[in-house]
């Protein structure tokens, strides 16, 4: 599913101006329902300034209030009236001597509430390395006691379009692994009914035969 330009922001503003559950906006922004409470709470996204969709264009002005009144409801986005640009980059990135203390903060962030990115992805968005992130997963970080999870966006390490993007490619990556994966299963399962009908078949004619006569 696409999921909203600036999906944090979007985020922020439909906790503050609607009566969304947190399922729904979580869904609709491509985020951990955690996060979601983790916003609404202030402990994430600190600073960041909420973004009305409907006033951008993507969402219909009765989207949000029929999603209100179905908590079972997904928010359905507008298609873009105009195409996103893509952003490339060369090399790795530059992360200011001030900002890399802060970075196990940021890898344990996105471990938490994005278990979803790449070890590769992190590597890329924090300017780190593999061997620091997997020290962080594993608990046997030098400063592993004061290591807490912290938005990279208000820690400065990365802007909040940067994230966005990294997020919507893991997601479409998880997507499209649950879709493949569904898609094994019905073939194993028909494999599986193929097969007992293929075993069933001679028992029944062998049943069906009628008994030989004997000739004692």
């Known amino acids: ?116 990115v790449q070890t590769a992805q992190i590597q890329k968005l924090l300017g780190t390395t593999k061997a620091t992130i997997d020290r962080v997963k594993n608990h046997t970080h030098p400063n592993h006691a004061n290591i807490k999870p912290r938005d990279p966006v208000y820690l400065g390490i990365c802007s909040q379009m940067e994230l966005d993007r990294v997020l919507l490619l893991a997601n479409k990556r998880k997507q499209n692994k649950e879709k493949r994966d569904a898609r094994e299963a019905r073939a194993k399962a028909r494999g599986a009914d193929a097969a007992a009908t293929a075993s069933e078949t001679p028992a029944a004619e062998a049943a069906n035969e009628p008994a030989g006569n004997d000739e004692n």
């Not at 909203?4 to 439909?14: D, Q, R």
């Not at 955690?34 to 600073?47: F, W």
């Not at 989207?63 to 105009?82: F, H, N, Q, W, Y």
């Not at 195409?83 to 001597?97: D, N």
């Open 1 to 116: 599913m696409a999921l909203p330009l600036m999906p944090k922001a979007t985020a922020v503003w439909l906790i503050d101006n609607t009566k969304l559950t947190f399922d729904q906006i979580a869904r609709f922004c491509g985020l951990h329902v955690l996060e979601v409470k983790g916003i609404a709470d202030g402990e994430v996204a600190i600073g960041i300034v909420g973004l009305d969709p409907v006033a951008n264009g993507q969402l219909g002005p009765n989207e949000i209030e029929r999603c209100e009144k179905d908590p079972s409801g997904d928010l359905k986005l507008l298609a873009p009236t105009v195409p996103l640009q893509r952003h490339k980059t060369k090399g790795a990135k530059y992360t200011p001597v001030s900002k890399r203390q802060d970075r196990p903060d940021a890898i344990a962030w996105l471990l938490k509430y994005h278990p979803e």
